[in-house]
């Protein structure tokens, strides 16, 4: 159903248009990357931090939550580009325009009932140890 104002626009030949970022009008168009941040987890349903598998990777990182920045796939685009930051996509295959390591996982309700998923995890963290943890050489 069309509103009165919506006909009337018609009416006079005025196009309407929609915006696909609403939230870049409410000042959201860049979110800052601080330098305390170590890791930025990306995923459509972001687990809380203090979930046992997520305290295990963090603590295995030796990355506190404070350290972590979660954001959703939608904004990606909204970091700023050309920073460094050690990403973890979960069951999110956006590209993301950050330089450091990424690794990736399914979604954590998967990720916490499947072993080889979290196998798999473990042995990308393994893999990019000297980036994870450049002082320990």
Same mark, same amino acid.
């Not at 687990?47 to 963090?58: F, R």
């Not at 990355?63 to 904004?75: A, C």
């Not at 963290?125 to 450049?134: K, L, N, Q, R």
């Given at each position: ?32 990357? +601080? ?16 979930? +046992? @598998?997520?305290?295990?990777? @963090? ?20 970091? +700023? ?26 979604? #954590? ?22 980036? #994870? ?5």
């Amino acid at each position: 159903m069309t509103s009165r104002r919506d006909w009337q626009l018609q009416q006079l030949g005025i196009t309407q248009w929609a915006l696909r970022r609403p939230a870049a009008l409410q000042g959201e168009i860049a979110i800052s990357l +601080p330098a305390h941040i170590r890791l930025v987890m990306v995923s459509s349903a972001l687990p809380a931090l203090t979930e +046992p @598998l997520i305290s295990d990777v @963090l603590r295995a990182l030796t990355i506190s939550p404070d350290q972590v920045l979660q954001i959703t796939p939608e904004r990606i685009a909204m970091l +700023p580009p050309g920073s460094r930051c050690n990403c973890w996509l979960l069951g999110a295959d956006e590209t993301v325009a950050l330089e450091g390591v990424k690794v990736t996982s399914p979604l #954590f309700d998967e990720l916490r009932v499947n072993p080889a998923a979290r196998a798999a995890l473990w042995q990308q963290i393994c893999e990019h140890e000297h980036d #994870f943890f450049p002082h320990h050489d």
